[in-house]
């Protein structure tokens, strides 16, 4: 008998999302059959718009430095000071907060950010709360410290949360409710009054638990990779003037197309009581994880181009083309307002059966289940604005045998 080399927990977890990896490896198939100008690739979601032109004469500056003794060395776990400095002052104007470089750490992306925090605050057994359809890791970000992930369905076709069903979702074990707005999969972009109402809920049972000798707090984690991608006018509220405990996950991943980059940060709001605490822990778990710092060329990009982003025009006509595609074709969906995902309508319950049908015209797309949602799929347009008109056809002809 042959003795398993890999943890149980993470064997489910491989079993689980064999279906993206099917999907993955069933597009490298196709691209190699059939080249790869032939596929239309709605699967993936790295940033393809390039990074602001600046980032060349960033890179080039940093280049000069950097063969200087510790040029490209270590340095506090929490990041550059300067950095965090100029961090602070951005994030102070965005989330209209005042907020010293004491209140921002740098982290590997918003995952490693998100990864740190549960890692500071989680016991085996607390729960986290996310909205579904969500980003699929957050499930793994907790789980590997023994948090369970209680996914609370939103409300379609727009899918903004279920305030209601998530306040009979929270326990006394309830220690994070991530929201994530613009959201990924589905772009709603959640309204002041709906962060208002989450926001008052997070502080009416912390005062509650106040009472409670031994409770520990419930915290809005905000996780907003996508805060830059608002269309039509929309805007995205800030969140840390929302609740003293509120935390805000950042990223460049996407706003300045720095994804492979790895730099986000990490901010808590500084009137939460125990902040410096928090901000301690985080720095220790971090450090400890074994990120050790965020990437140090990284972080001086994230602070020298912290107020510019991609040409957001370009995800903008592709959201236009791609709604007008999918109308034509006849798929229901909701307009996204951010982010630069599609969520649509399967025509079938089993989003799978859609799934293989859009294949055989050789258009990849993520099965809603993916995100804890069935019946729905989910598209990225971080592809061509091409590759999005060619698919066209394809989706008429998948629509039409649905149809039928
Ligand atoms: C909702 C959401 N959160 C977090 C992340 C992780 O982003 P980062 O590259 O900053 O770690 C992503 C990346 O796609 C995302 O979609």
Not at 143 to 163: C, E, K, Y
Request: hydrophobic residues 45%.
């Amino acid at each position: 008998m042959s003795m398993s080399a890999v943890a149980p927990a993470i064997a489910r977890s491989m079993a689980g999302s064999s279906f993206i990896r099917k999907m993955f490896e069933k597009g490298i198939e196709l691209k190699k059959q059939f080249g790869e100008d032939a596929v239309c690739d709605f699967s993936l979601g790295n940033p393809d718009v390039p990074p602001p032109a600046r980032a060349r004469d960033e890179l080039i500056r940093i280049a000069d430095a950097a063969i200087k003794p510790l040029g490209l060395g270590y340095c506090p776990n929490a990041g550059i000071p300067s950095v965090r400095e100029d961090i602070a002052n951005h994030l102070a104007k965005q989330q209209e907060t005042d907020l010293s470089a004491g209140d921002v750490i740098m982290t590997v992306g918003a995952a490693g950010a998100m990864v740190s925090f549960f890692r500071a605050v989680l016991e085996p057994g607390d729960e986290v709360i996310t909205p579904a359809p969500y980003f699929v890791e957050y499930g793994s970000y907790c789980g590997h410290f023994g948090g369970v992930l209680r996914a609370v369905p939103s409300i379609p076709p727009a899918f903004d949360p279920d305030i209601d069903a998530i306040a009979v979702a929270i326990t006394p074990n309830t220690r994070a409710i991530i929201v994530n707005s613009p959201n990924n999969p589905t772009g709603c972009i959640y309204s002041a009054k709906v962060m208002r109402r989450i926001a008052d809920m997070v502080d009416s049972v912390n005062g509650e638990r106040a009472n409670i000798p031994g409770a520990r707090p419930l915290f809005l984690l905000s996780d907003e990779p996508y805060r830059a991608f608002a269309f039509d006018g929309a805007s995205v509220p800030p969140v840390l003037p929302l609740t003293k405990w509120a935390c805000v996950l950042g990223s460049f991943s996407k706003t300045l197309s720095l994804a492979g980059e790895r730099i986000g940060y990490f901010v808590a709001n500084p009137s939460m009581p125990d902040q410096q605490s928090l901000m301690a822990a985080v720095t220790l778990t971090n450090r400890t994880l074994g990120y050790v710092n965020a990437p140090v060329i990284g972080q001086r990009m994230a602070a020298a181009l912290v107020s510019e982003s991609v040409d957001l025009e370009i995800y903008d006509r592709r959201r236009r083309l791609m709604a007008k595609v999918l109308s034509e074709a006849g798929v229901e969906f909701a307009m996204p307002k951010g982010a630069f995902y599609f969520f649509a309508k399967s025509p079938v319950a089993d989003d799978s059966v859609f799934v293989d049908e859009l294949l055989k015209e050789r258009i990849l797309v993520v099965p809603g289940k993916g995100f804890g949602f069935a019946g729905y799929v989910r598209l990225s347009c971080s592809v061509d604005e091409a590759i999005i008109a060619r698919s066209a056809e394809g989706f008429k002809r998948t629509m039409q045998k649905f149809n039928r």
